[in-house]
């Protein structure tokens, strides 16, 4: 099994506490803040996999300001479904945050703009899922104030 830090916690892959109990003796105790979540999916493969466990800091966005790039876990909201095959006793989804408010974000084909500019996405594994129809164009779109795309 993997382990990997997280960045923060800030309030598409999915997530579940890891209850203390079943954290290997060979993981370093938590700090104040921090929280350890077990990967349940592999939407944010190759970075993470089902299996993997990530430990993140909640106190981290309370002296900083979330940038593109930035690894976020998000709670998902009641109203909406959890992914297919996720096992979540809290709903919890680790994405990666693409712009910050004020820029513009895009995608052609399969590269990725914000402000105009390419942006590098060594990670990203374009591939459709089964039954979704995807288009490979999107937007432009200006991320409003105190708002982020991920």
Same mark, same amino acid.
């Given at each position: ?52 466990? $990530? ?6 966005? %309370?002296?900083? /300001?979330?940038? +593109? #790039? !930035?690894?976020?876990? &998000? @709670? ?10 996720? $096992? ?6 680790? %994405?990666?945050? /693409?712009?910050? +408010? #004020? !820029?513009?974000?895009? &995608? @052609? ?42």
């Amino acid at each position: 099994m993997r382990s990997f830090p997280a960045i923060a916690l800030f309030v598409g892959l999915s997530v579940a506490p890891a209850p203390q109990s079943s954290q290997p003796e060979h993981d370093p105790p938590l700090k104040p803040g921090e929280v350890s979540f077990a990967i349940t999916a592999d939407s944010m493969a190759p970075t993470f996999i089902s299996g993997d466990r $990530i430990i993140s800091d909640s106190l981290y966005y %309370k002296s900083h /300001v979330p940038r +593109g #790039g !930035d690894l976020i876990i &998000l @709670k998902v909201p009641h109203d909406q479904p959890l992914p297919e095959n996720v $096992i979540s006793v809290q709903p919890m989804l680790v %994405k990666r945050v /693409v712009a910050v +408010g #004020g !820029d513009v974000v895009s &995608l @052609k084909g399969k590269r990725l703009q914000v402000n105009g500019k390419d942006v590098p996405e060594p990670y990203a594994q374009y591939e459709p899922s089964e039954g979704v129809v995807e288009s490979t164009d999107f937007g432009p779109i200006k991320v409003p104030p105190n708002h982020f795309f991920v």
